[in-house]
């Protein structure tokens, strides 16, 4: 029910616009995330939205480069990622959480897209 769109290989400094798109009733009412991960190490929390979008959170590393956006009409869920690093190499997932409040965990969220690569060069 979700699919995330847009990944591939930029440069340092670059930038990349991730996409996510939900079918059916995964989105109305669901607040929404970004997560990646590095083989070898756990998933991690990239950025998240409220629905129906006034309130966004950032993790650390991505806070002033990254931009999380949605649009309610076109069931759409975006990841602007700028100032790219080869530290931000990972699988980006978008994951949906039932109910209007943000969230930061992983075990909170419902539905999960399957992935899509990022990969920055040096």
């Known amino acids: 029910q979700l699919v995330e769109f847009g990944g591939g290989l930029a440069q340092a400094w670059g930038s990349l616009r991730l996409s996510c798109a939900a079918s059916?009733?995964?989105?109305?009412?669901?607040?929404m995330g970004w997560f990646r991960q590095t083989p070898g190490l756990e998933r991690e929390f990239v950025a998240t939205?409220?629905?129906?979008?006034?309130?966004?959170y950032y993790a650390d590393p991505v806070k002033g480069r990254f931009t999380i956006s949605r649009d309610n009409v076109k069931k759409e869920v975006y990841l602007q990622m700028n100032s790219l690093n080869p530290e931000d190499t990972a699988v980006y997932y978008c994951a949906a959480r039932r109910g209007q409040f943000m969230s930061a965990s992983e075990d909170t969220y419902n539905y999960w897209g399957q992935g899509t690569q990022v990969t920055v060069s040096s």
């Open positions: 939205i409220s629905w129906p979008g006034a309130s966004t």
């Open positions: 059916g009733r995964t989105f109305s009412r669901y607040a």
